[in-house]
T-cell receptor, first 109, second 114 residues
Framework: GQNIDQPTEMTATEGAIVQINCTYQ??????LFWYQQHAGEAPTFLSY??LDGLEEKGRFSSFLSRSKGYSYLLLKELQMKDSASYLC??????????WGAGTKLIIKP | IAGITQAPTSQILAAGRRMTLRCTQD?????MYWYRQDLGLGLRLIHY???????GKGEVPDGYSVSRANTDDFPLTLASAVPSQTSVYFC?????????????FGDGTRLSIL
């Protein structure tokens, strides 16, 4: 079966760095997406990786290792507004997105 | 502002009733999707449409139907609602269906079936 695993919840301090991990087992791979979802709102696109390595976008970076079935989202200089759920999704061989349950990130002052 | 509009925002519905959730996008995206989001679970795909005039079944299609008569609209119908269909429903769209085609989401419909 297809499976995406992420930690359920993480806590970090304002100004610090946090890494949210995602491991996956899917039928085929056509890229991995990270989304941010604030409570009660729609998911919004953050990043896309299809090749191994690190993609950087401002305070957010996303890493992919296809051989290990592993990705992480790195958030630097954490701000209170970064409190949200972070969703990992893999595009399978049928170009359908398989979603993890999300990691709820709590930022403390 | 371009985007996806879903209606209604929320609804309480008696079991056995028929309900249509509306979704309209103005980005001229080819592909559209319906997901449900339940606590502790990832988004689950109900139905999708890769282009106007075509639809396909996702992971959890039973009890739901869709149509795609034109590019902009993708309504989701619950023929006879049951309590297990209580959920938050998100409509999404993407320009295409290949690699690096992020999906863009509407604000969701919160549906309670009593």
């Amino acid at each position: 079966g297809q499976n995406i695993d992420q930690p359920t919840e993480m806590t970090a301090t304002e100004g610090a760095i946090v890494q949210i991990n995602c491991t996956y087992q899917t039928s085929g791979f056509n890229g991995l997406f990270w989304y941010q979802q604030h409570a009660g709102e729609a998911p919004t696109f953050l990043s896309y990786n299809v090749l191994d390595g690190l993609e950087e976008k401002g305070r957010f970076s996303s890493f992919l290792s296809r051989s290990k079935g592993y990705s992480y989202l790195l958030l630097k200089e954490l701000q209170m507004k970064d409190s949200a759920s972070y969703l990992c999704a893999v595009m399978d061989s049928n170009y359908q997105l398989i979603w993890g349950a999300g990691t709820k990130l709590i930022i403390k002052p | 502002i371009a985007g996806i509009t879903q209606a209604p925002t929320s609804q309480i519905l008696a079991a056995g009733r028929r309900m249509t959730l509306r979704c309209t996008q103005d980005m001229r995206h080819n592909a559209m999707y319906w997901y449900r989001q339940d606590l502790g679970l990832g988004l689950r795909l109900i139905h999708y449409s890769n282009t106007a005039g075509t639809t396909g079944k996702g992971e959890v299609p039973d009890g739901y139907s869709v149509s795609r008569a034109n590019t902009d609209d993708f309504p989701l119908t619950l023929a006879s609602a049951v309590p297990s269909q209580t959920s938050v429903y998100f409509c999404a769209s993407s320009a295409g269906t290949g690699e690096n085609q992020p999906q863009h989401f509407g604000d969701g419909t919160r549906l309670s079936i009593l």
